[in-house]
């Protein structure tokens, strides 16, 4: 299984950001897709998360700001950021889990600056 993200890159505080996962290869239909973010000296966090059925789920902190959604016909999550703060700053890794098992993309940078 192979995850491949693209839209990161420098927003200003405030703007926003499109981010796409798109993941081949040989997976179950009945999956969750989602998006995870680590910054130096913390741990990985979930950001958000999509099941197959559209069943989302967010974090605290990005609750009301970020958007996730599928396309299931093309095995695609996107993460559509906006009201982005510095915070917000981070490597963000595409992640689609089924079954037992779980796949990572290589991680798209996102920096929040003026």
């Known amino acids: 299984v192979r995850l491949v993200e693209s839209g990161g890159g420098l927003v200003q505080p405030g703007g926003s950001l499109r981010l796409s996962c798109a993941a081949s290869?040989?997976?179950?239909?009945?999956?969750?897709m989602g998006w995870y973010r680590h910054t130096s000296g913390k741990q990985r966090e979930l950001v958000a998360s999509?099941?197959?059925?559209?069943?989302?789920n967010y974090s605290d902190s990005v609750k009301g700001r970020f958007i996730i959604s599928r396309d299931n016909a093309k095995n695609t999550v996107f993460l559509q950021m906006n009201s982005l703060k510095p915070e917000d700053t981070a490597v963000y890794y595409c992640?689609?889990?089924?079954?037992?098992?779980?796949?990572w993309g290589q991680g798209t940078q996102v920096t929040v600056s003026s």
């Open positions: 992640n689609l889990k089924w079954g037992p098992f779980d796949a």
């Open positions: 290869g040989s997976f179950d239909s009945i999956n969750t």
């Open positions: 999509i099941t197959s059925g559209d069943t989302t």
